[in-house]
């Protein structure tokens, strides 16, 4: 880890809806998709590489122990991980997401003057034409993050998704019985003050779900949280097919999704 756990640094800048934005349930057939997908999916440590490998935890908070670049820090995460999985390795570095963050904001490492995050849509759109750690993604499109069946169906088809989340403080000490981040609602309700977004905006690579609960790589650490803490904490939440994990496939897409109509609408928009 890079720093101690008091440190780590926010970054997502509000949500704000756009008429333009794609959403992935046009081009789902949940009914024919949820046969396909298991019950319990996890790849960042389930699935095996090409050569029969399996991947290793990505433990680098990719500099958001030092700065709010958790926006690129997220698709860190996400590029590492299709890289171990495709067999392409692709790893990021925290040098590599300061210096983009550092482009896109005017972000100083030196001095750490405007240090004032990123909005999740904006990096996609330039991650999308310009390319960000040696890759571009071919398409982006919002999830519906109350939906359990439509977050399992996109985890599965883009390799993970980015969530974007506003923080409660109340759960920066929540953990489970091995000190693992593990964020719930209260039984008792959000305690006055401490609920989503009074810690903060964060964007989170999510590459595993299972009934109830999901797993997200936040500052390097596995972090868990339960479906009743997404529903509320929660404010977007996207599909993105990357360059690679799209080539896996050979260019086809599973029955039941309509890949080619998403690339199509994208590159209409």
Same mark, same amino acid.
């Given at each position: 880890?890079?720093?101690?756990?008091?440190?780590?640094?926010?970054?997502?800048?509000?949500?704000?809806?756009?008429?333009?934005?794609?959403?992935?349930?046009?081009?789902?057939?949940?009914?024919?998709?949820?046969?396909? !997908?298991?019950?319990?999916?996890?790849?960042?440590?389930?699935?095996?590489?090409?050569?029969?490998?399996?991947?290793?935890?990505?433990?680098?908070?990719?500099?958001?122990?030092?700065?709010?670049?958790?926006?690129?820090?997220?698709?860190?995460?996400?590029?590492?991980?299709?890289?171990?999985?495709?067999?392409?390795?692709?790893?990021?570095?925290?040098?590599? !997401?300061?210096?983009?963050?550092?482009?896109?904001?005017?972000?100083?490492?030196?001095?750490?003057?405007?240090?004032?995050?990123?909005?999740?849509?904006?990096?996609?759109?330039?991650?999308?034409?310009?390319?960000?750690?040696?890759?571009?993604?071919?398409?982006?499109?919002?999830?519906?993050?109350?939906?359990?069946?439509?977050?399992?169906?996109?985890?599965?088809?883009?390799?993970?998704?980015?969530?974007?989340?506003?923080?409660?403080?109340?759960?920066?000490?929540?953990?489970?019985?091995?000190?693992?981040?593990?964020?719930?609602?209260?039984?008792?309700?959000?305690?006055?003050?401490?609920?989503?977004?009074?810690?903060?905006?964060?964007?989170?690579?999510?590459?595993?779900?299972?009934?109830?609960?999901?797993?997200?790589?936040?500052?390097?650490?596995?972090?868990?949280?339960?479906?009743?803490?997404?529903?509320?904490?929660?404010?977007?939440?996207?599909?993105?097919?990357?360059?690679?994990?799209?080539?896996?496939?050979?260019?086809?897409?599973?029955?039941?999704?309509?890949?080619?109509?998403?690339?199509?609408?994208?590159?209409?928009?």
């Amino acid at each position: 880890m890079e720093a101690a756990m008091a440190n780590r640094c926010l970054g997502k800048k509000p949500f704000v809806s756009d008429r333009r934005d794609l959403a992935l349930r046009k081009y789902i057939d949940k009914k024919i998709l949820a046969n396909q !997908v298991p019950a319990a999916l996890n790849l960042a440590t389930a699935f095996p590489a090409p050569d029969g490998s399996l991947p290793v935890w990505d433990g680098d908070a990719l500099g958001n122990y030092v700065a709010g670049c958790c926006v690129f820090a997220g698709p860190g995460h996400m590029t590492t991980l299709v890289g171990a999985l495709t067999g392409k390795p692709t790893v990021v570095t925290k040098d590599m !997401v300061i210096a983009v963050y550092s482009h896109l904001t005017g972000y100083n490492p030196v001095t750490g003057a405007n240090d004032n995050g990123y909005v999740i849509r904006d990096m996609l759109d330039y991650w999308k034409s310009t390319g960000m750690f040696g890759h571009k993604i071919l398409a982006y499109a919002g999830v519906n993050w109350k939906d359990s069946d439509e977050v399992a169906i996109a985890q599965w088809l883009g390799c993970g998704v980015i969530g974007g989340f506003q923080l409660p403080l109340a759960s920066q000490n929540q953990a489970d019985t091995q000190g693992r981040q593990l964020w719930y609602v209260p039984t008792t309700g959000w305690p006055s003050g401490k609920g989503p977004g009074t810690w903060g905006g964060h964007c989170i690579f999510i590459p595993g779900t299972s009934p109830g609960m999901d797993e997200g790589n936040s500052w390097g650490e596995p972090t868990q949280w339960t479906t009743g803490w997404r529903t509320q904490c929660c404010d977007e939440m996207w599909i993105v097919i990357l360059d690679d994990w799209a080539a896996l496939a050979g260019g086809t897409a599973p029955t039941g999704f309509a890949l080619q109509d998403l690339l199509n609408d994208v590159a209409s928009r």
